[in-house]
């Protein structure tokens, strides 16, 4: 219901982000080729760790997580492939064009979708998906309990008004929460209690970031630390331990998991656990196990990799791959993304809302 106002608010907090790619703010820009030698010298801390530091981003790009099916059979596209998406791309309906003056559309849109996150290039390895493995680029299909949950959530969406969603959730205990959270029903936008981005979460991980946000990597002895950018939500703080320490007790939740790193060569691993109920990635919440390789293969770039695990929801593990493009730092500078808990605006959306429902309600008696 308040999905359109949410959108215009990221309008407004990624402009400045959006401002950078306009600046020239990659050294190296998204649609480049990767270096192609096998002999890069990784950079080193003064300590001897392999030097992940600085200001990376995937950029605006275009390139699905799952495989189109008119590129099966095939990793990689053509040069000629990558230069008419990004053509097609570069001249979408409003890209550059103002919609009628006052609609929603163009409010959205602030004159145009420069800023609103939709892609415009190929991620510089020119893969069809983002998936690597299993070949077919395709995340693997879900467990028949998963599929039970996903078929919840799909009829708890398409449920038609309101008024509707909430009498899905009239016999809850009002004493136990003033609000019917219940995100395995897929009430997710029914209330501000249940909204990740009004009550300032930040990101969930693995963080893929598809609207050209920037994320700034911090090394010390011992530690990986990682602030991630991400709109008025909030971003997030990182630190990764890289001194063996083992993972929390199973019964200690967190919303990004805990993390846990080591160097294998000049790869850094690190192994998260300990998700919360709340967090979702493709349909994996708590049991969500992920590992994630950073691997410098370029003064300019760093390969990002995710192996999904999840035997609740996945019939197989999944892995999808992301180039990471080094920013220059005199041009970009990362300000923390300050998120305002309970906005007023938000609470008076959510309060007419409220008042829909109620009076859909007194039309049916």
Not at 53 to 67: E, V
Not at 213 to 229: A, D, H, K, L, N
Not at 238 to 258: A, E, K, N, S
Not at 266 to 272: K, Q
Request: proline share 7%; hydrophobic share 35%; net charge neutral.
């Amino acid at each position: 219901m308040a999905r359109r106002f949410l959108a215009y608010l990221g309008v407004l907090t990624i402009v400045g982000t959006g401002l950078f790619l306009a600046s020239g703010a990659f050294e190296t820009s998204v649609g480049a080729q990767p270096a192609t030698s096998n002999k890069t010298t990784v950079a080193k801390t003064p300590w001897g760790d392999p030097d992940l530091q600085g200001i990376w981003s995937p950029g605006y790009y275009l390139t699905p997580l799952q495989r189109p099916n008119k590129y099966s059979g095939r990793e990689f596209l053509t040069d000629e492939e990558v230069a008419t998406l990004e053509r097609q791309a570069a001249a979408a309906p409003g890209r550059n064009a103002r919609l009628e003056r006052g609609s929603v559309d163009d409010v959205e849109g602030a004159f145009n979708d420069a800023f609103t996150g939709r892609g415009t290039k190929v991620i510089r390895t020119k893969r069809t998906s983002l998936i690597v493995e299993p070949k077919d680029g395709k995340i693997p299909p879900l467990t028949p309990d998963a599929q039970q949950r996903a078929e919840s959530s799909r009829r708890a969406r398409a449920l038609a008004t309101p008024a509707e969603l909430a009498a899905a959730f009239v016999d809850r205990d009002p004493a136990a929460t003033p609000y019917p959270v219940d995100r395995t029903m897929g009430g997710g936008t029914a209330n501000p209690e249940d909204r990740p981005a009004d009550r300032c979460r930040g990101i969930s991980l693995p963080f893929m970031g598809s609207s050209g946000t920037f994320s700034r990597f911090v090394q010390t002895p011992g530690w990986m630390s990682i602030y991630y950018e991400d709109g008025h939500r909030g971003g997030a703080y990182r630190h990764i331990p890289l001194d063996g320490r083992p993972h929390l007790p199973p019964q200690m939740r967190q919303w990004l998991g805990h993390s846990v790193g080591r160097w294998d060569g000049d790869t850094l691993i690190v192994d998260t656990t300990n998700f919360t109920a709340q967090t979702d990635f493709q349909g994996s919440r708590d049991n969500l196990h992920l590992v994630e390789r950073f691997t410098r293969t370029a003064p300019d770039l760093i390969v990002y990799r995710a192996t999904i695990e999840d035997p609740t929801t996945f019939t197989a593990p999944w892995t999808f791959e992301l180039p990471l493009s080094k920013a220059n730092e005199k041009a970009n500078q990362i300000f923390e993304a300050a998120c305002h808990e309970g906005n007023y605006a938000l609470t008076g959306i959510l309060a007419g809302a409220r008042l829909q429902e109620k009076q859909g309600r007194a039309g049916r008696h």
